[in-house]
């Protein structure tokens, strides 16, 4: 693993890096370049802790797999880069977000870099795929590398808001202290189920309420 990450992560990753599970996954992405185009590119792998130090996490918003179409994926959860065509589930995310927060105006980029930047860690449970095939790499060690990043995060911070989309994210809720933390849950923003209680969930505006609690900045969600 190319160290491109924020140096506050350091104590973090640097452990989990050693660990056998994380060699031999490390070895398979490598493999999988050889025989074929894996995305996000190596460079932007771990994009999402390059982005966002660890001491400033504010709200985890978890994701599954990185998309698997050229030029979609850029390390961060639901974000694709300046000049990519928005994505069916992050129309849907701007279209709450344009019902929930006063102000907000559709945007039309998916780059959500601005949002890494204020301390919104997009994190997909598994980093590489192989191009258009989806899930391709689930199962291979990703999710316990992610799993082990959510239980820290839970356990090293406080007053951090987890947003958790759809049955698969929400499972991650056994990981998270709901003592010290946020939990929200709502379905998945894909067309197939936002209208089931994705649309009008609030979340965005709940993550601010909570912040501003906790005596914390809340996200400029305006992209």
């Not at 007053?159 to 759809?166: E, H, I, P, Y």
């Amino acid at each position: 693993m190319a160290e491109r990450y924020d140096p506050s992560w350091e104590p973090i990753l640097k452990p989990l890096f050693r660990l056998d599970y994380m060699r031999a996954l490390s070895t398979f992405v490598q493999h999988e370049r050889r025989q074929a185009v894996v995305f996000p590119p190596e460079h932007l792998v771990l994009n999402a802790f390059s982005l966002t130090p660890f001491n400033e996490i504010k709200v985890v918003i978890l994701g599954q797999d990185p998309y698997h179409n050229d030029g979609q994926a850029h390390g961060l959860s639901f974000s694709v880069p300046e000049g990519i065509a928005l994505p069916p589930s992050l129309k849907n995310i701007y279209k709450e977000l344009t019902s929930d927060i006063p102000g907000f105006r559709y945007p039309t980029s998916g780059d959500l870099t601005k949002w890494a930047k204020q301390g919104v860690l997009l994190l997909n449970a598994t980093l590489t795929v192989r191009a258009h095939q989806a899930a391709s790499h689930q199962g291979r060690g990703w999710e316990e590398f992610t799993d082990q990043i959510i239980h820290l995060i839970s356990q090293k911070s406080e007053n951090v808001v987890f947003m958790l989309w759809g049955s698969y994210a929400q499972k991650k809720a056994m990981l998270i202290d709901s003592q010290k933390h946020l939990i929200l849950k709502a379905v998945h923003p894909s067309p197939l189920s936002a209208h089931r209680g994705f649309f009008g969930c609030k979340h965005f505006s709940y993550a601010n309420a909570y912040l501003q609690s906790k005596g914390r900045e809340p996200i400029d969600w305006q992209i």
